[in-house]
C-alpha cells in the first residue's frame, strides 16, 4: 500500500516538474510577433518637414546680413550713392566700399536662391520654398542694380528705363514678400511645433 502511494507521489511530482519545465521555457506571449513601433504618417510628415528647416535656415542663415551689416550698408548706399555725384579722394574710398559689399549680397543670394533650387521639394512647404527662392532672385537682382547706379547714376535696364528711378518701389515689393515669407514661416513652424528661425 505504501508504495502505491510512493508511486502516485513521485508521478505527480513528475508531472509537476514537467508543467514548470513547459512554463519556464514558454516564448513571452507574443514575443516573436513583436516589431519596433511603426511611426504614424503624421510623425513621418513631420520629420520629413523638420529636415526640410534645417536646411532651409541654414540657407537663410548664410544669405543674411547680420544687424552690424545691415547697420553698416545703410550708411554705405548713401554715402556711395552720394559719391558717385560729388567726387573726391574720401568719396571714392566710400564708393569702392559700398561696391566691395554689393557684390558681397549679390553673390550671398544667387548661392542662396541655387541652394533653394537644390532643396527637396515638399507639398508641406512648397509655398514658402517658392516665396524665399524669389525672395533671394529679387534681392539679388536689386543689390545688382544698386551696383549699377553707383557707377553710373544715369544706368538704365534693358527696355532703356531708369534703374534709379525704380529702386524704391523694388526695394518696397521686396519687404513685402520679405513679410509674407516670414508670415508663412512662423505658421508652418507652429503647426509641425518647429523653433523659430534665429540669426
Known sequence: MGSVIMASSLSRLALVVVFVNLVLNLPAI?????????????????????????QYDRIRRQAQMSPQEKERSGKLLTQGLAASVFKSADSEQEQLAAS???????????????????????????????????????????????????GNLFATDSSGNSILGQLQQRKAAL??????????????????????YAY
Open 100 to 150: 566691395t559689399l554689393l557684390r558681397s549680397m549679390v553673390e550671398r543670394y544667387k548661392k542662396a536662391q541655387a541652394e533653394m533650387g537644390q532643396l527637396p521639394q515638399i507639398g508641406e512647404t512648397k509655398k514658402l520654398h517658392q516665396g524665399y527662392t524669389q525672395y533671394f532672385i529679387n534681392a539679388a537682382s536689386l543689390f545688382g542694380d544698386y551696383l549699377k547706379i553707383q
Open 30 to 54: 507574443g514575443a516573436e510577433k513583436t516589431t519596433s513601433p511603426q511611426p504614424s504618417a503624421q510623425a513621418q510628415k513631420g520629420s520629413k518637414v523638420a529636415e526640410w528647416f534645417v
Open 175 to 196: 519687404e513685402s514678400l520679405d513679410i509674407t515669407n516670414k508670415e508663412l514661416d512662423a505658421k508652418l513652424r507652429t503647426k509641425f511645433k518647429i523653433s523659430p
